[in-house]
Each structure stands twice: as C-alpha cells, then as structure tokens.
C-alpha cells in the first residue's frame, strides 16, 4: 500500500474514532481521575499518539479500547510523578500490566453511562447556565472552541477563556462525577451537517427521558432532537449541497424518529394538562411537530407555526428567536409580514452571523424585490465561514440578480 494511502487511511480512521469516542473517553477518564481538565489532556495525548503511531502502526482492531489503554497509562505516568497522590496510583495501576488492549472495555465499569454522567457534571450548579451549555459542547460534543463561539455568538479568545474558567470552577467546587439520584428540579469548515454529533444527542435525551419520565421539558428536548434528527437524510442532495426544508423528499424522512418525537410530545402534552411547567423546548417540539405532520410543504400549517413562535419570543426571548419569528410570520401572513418583524431584530445582537441577511434575502426574493435580494444573499455570503453554505448563498444571489434582469 503507498505510503499517502496509508496514511490517509489512518487519519479518516483517527478523525471517524474520535467524533464517536471522545466524548465517552473523557467521561471514563474524569470518572477515574476526578478532575475535568486532566481527563481533557489525557484523552488530547492520546490522539497525538494515534496521529503520530497508527499511519506507520496501522488502525488497531479497536481504536476505542487503544485510546483509553494509552491514556490510562498517561494518568498513571502522571500520578506517578506527583507524591501526593500515590493512593490513585494505586487505583489506577492496579493490574495495569497485565490488561491487554482488547480486554479494556472489560476494566472499566459502565462506561456507557460516562457520556452521561459528563453531561450533568458539565451542568453543575457552580456554573454559569452559559458556561454549562459552552462546556457540554466542547466536552460532550466535542466541538471546537472556534464552533461554540460561533453558536454562541461570541469571540473565539472569549469563549476558551469561558470554557477554561468553567473547568476551573468545578475544579474548586470538587464537582462530583456522579448521576445525581431522586429525582430533578427544574458551524465553519465543509460540512453541512454533524450526523453522528447529532445521533449521540438523541441517544442521550432518550436516557434523559427515561431518568426524568415526568419532566416535560426532558420530553420536549428529546421530541425536538427526533423530530429534527428525522430529516437528516433529507437535508442533503445527491450533489452534496443542502436541501431546504420546503423543498425536501419528505419521503425520506425517518418515520421511526417521527413517531418517537410525536410520542414524546404527547407524554409532554399530558403532563402539561395535568399542571407540569412546559418551557421552550416543548415549544421548539411543537413547532418542529407541525412541519413532521405536513405531508406536503404547502400543507405546513404555517399560522399555527406563528403562534407558537409568539409564545416562544415570550417565553425565550433573544434574536435567534425573532429571526424564525420573522420566517414563521412570512409564511403565514406574506413577506411583508416577514420583513416587520425582522427589522425590529436587533442584528448587532448576532454579530457577524449570516442568519438577519440571509432570511432578509428569502423575504424579499418572496417580495419580488430581486435585487435587494441578491444584495442580501451577497452579504450573507460574505459572513459565513461555512463552505457549503456559502456556495448556496452565492447561487441564491446569482439567481436573484438573474431574475432583476429580466
């Protein structure tokens, strides 16, 4: 095999491990160590291990098992050099050279439940409700620093000194890495989407319902995960280019993740009847379950879409909002309608983001107004720093200004 062959391979092999296991590997790791931050180096060594050992070593049989059995032995390497903790060395040593990598899944105690166990550690009461969503993305979803910035809205140097500040609360709050028990209270690069980011979200929200089953919100997140994770299929073409929702093969749709969705939904529904709070993802579900109920896209009940939308600014008020308020509202009652509540956004709220233009664009390419249209698609062209969705912004532009021409 050529050597770039190879080396390819392992790199596709390197990247595909990590989306699917970094996550349970810090978890495993903060589980054994009980410290956030050092469970984030150890599994970060790791991977410069693989990139620098597997395009000559070759992909072992189960990557999984070989990242964890090198950053276990990292942790203990490093609390070998730290007198102080000798009785984790202990802990972590015992056995250590007699565990081959194929029998590690078999050393560490329920690993499944690690993601899980990270997420609530990430969303300890010392923190900050921005700093448990920045630090569940970067340790749960494993997205970059650059890709929670842009989410957030925020400068890239802002959210590392968030997310580091976070880690070093719990640090001092000594957060345990535990499920708590008794009941709860209440991007840039090529891709268009993250599939298996997306995949990993539903499999927890369904561990989350049936931890909470009386919790409508936990049911609400869990319907709107299924119920947006039902059109992944149909969100990108044969080209490679993403589909919009209107114009999506509805017949590929996931109808498994429909009908879970609408089931959560309901079991919300019943538990708001009885009194239970709802909040906004239980209307982010509700929305999302009008558009899964719409066999045809011209059958969307786009009023009832508004209402809810209303309710929603109400109950979560911010720009995000009112941008999908002022799609909802140009549905419903025209694109003047549309551009009404678009003009009252506050658009430096979004920084650079392409959102405002781009729903600008859409509304007035509605209106007739081609040419503020292509101006609109141009600019928001210009913001995005993602690739795919740049070139579908250019074309819109280009086929607006081809329209003005005629």
């Not at 899980?116 to 923190?127: E, T």
């Not at 919100?217 to 080209?239: C, K, N, P, T």
């Not at 009194?275 to 009940?301: C, M, W």
Request: charged share 25%; net charge negative; hydrophobic share 45%.
């Amino acid at each position: 095999m050529p050597a770039q062959t190879r080396t390819d391979g392992a790199n596709d092999a390197i990247i595909a491990a990590w989306r699917a296991e970094s996550a349970r590997l810090v978890g495993a790791l903060t589980r054994m160590t009980r410290d956030v931050e050092l469970a984030e180096d150890l599994a970060q060594d790791a991977l410069v291990a693989a990139l620098e050992q597997w395009p000559t070593s070759g992909v072992p049989e189960s990557p999984a098992a070989w990242l964890m059995a090198i950053a276990k032995r990292r942790a203990v390497d490093h609390f070998r050099r730290a007198d102080a903790l000798r009785r984790k060395v202990a802990e972590l040593a015992a056995g250590e050279e007699e565990v081959a990598v194929d029998g590690l899944h078999d050393q560490i105690d329920y690993i499944e439940d690690d993601v899980l166990r990270l997420i609530f550690l990430s969303c300890h009461p010392s923190l900050t409700p921005e700093s448990r969503a920045a630090l569940t993305l970067r340790l749960v979803g494993g997205l970059t620093t650059a890709e929670i910035a842009r989410g957030f809205l925020a400068a890239e140097t802002a959210m590392g000194q968030r997310i580091s500040r976070a880690k070093k609360t719990l640090a001092q709050a000594k957060a345990e890495f535990e499920l708590p028990t008794g009941g709860y209270t209440a991007t840039a690069g090529q891709d268009w989407m993250r599939p298996e980011l997306a995949e990993e979200a539903m499999r927890l929200a369904r561990m989350l319902s049936a931890l909470a089953p009386d919790e409508p919100e936990v049911l609400g997140l869990q319907a709107l995960l299924e119920l947006q994770g039902s059109r992944m299929a149909a969100r990108i073409g044969e080209d490679g280019e993403p589909v919009l929702l209107e114009a999506q093969d509805r017949s590929r749709w996931e109808q498994l993740l429909i009908r879970r969705g609408l089931g959560a939904l309901r079991e919300a529904e019943a538990l708001a009847a009885r009194g239970r709070p709802v909040g906004k993802y239980f209307l982010q579900a509700s929305i999302a379950a009008q558009h899964a109920q719409a066999r045809r896209a011209e059958d969307t009940n786009w009023r009832r879409i508004a209402a809810l939308y209303d309710v929603l600014a109400g109950a979560a008020p911010g720009p995000v909002v009112e941008v999908n308020r002022a799609v909802a509202h140009g549905r419903a009652f025209g694109p003047d309608a549309g551009l009404a509540v678009l003009e009252a956004v506050d658009a430096g709220a979004l920084g650079d983001s392409p959102l405002v233009p781009s729903v600008r664009g859409d509304l007035l390419e509605r209106a007739g107004l081609h040419t503020q249209a292509a101006e609109a698609f141009t600019d928001a062209a210009a913001r995005t720093r993602n690739e795919v969705e740049r070139a579908v912004l250019h074309r819109r532009a280009e086929l607006n200004v081809a329209q003005a021409s005629t």
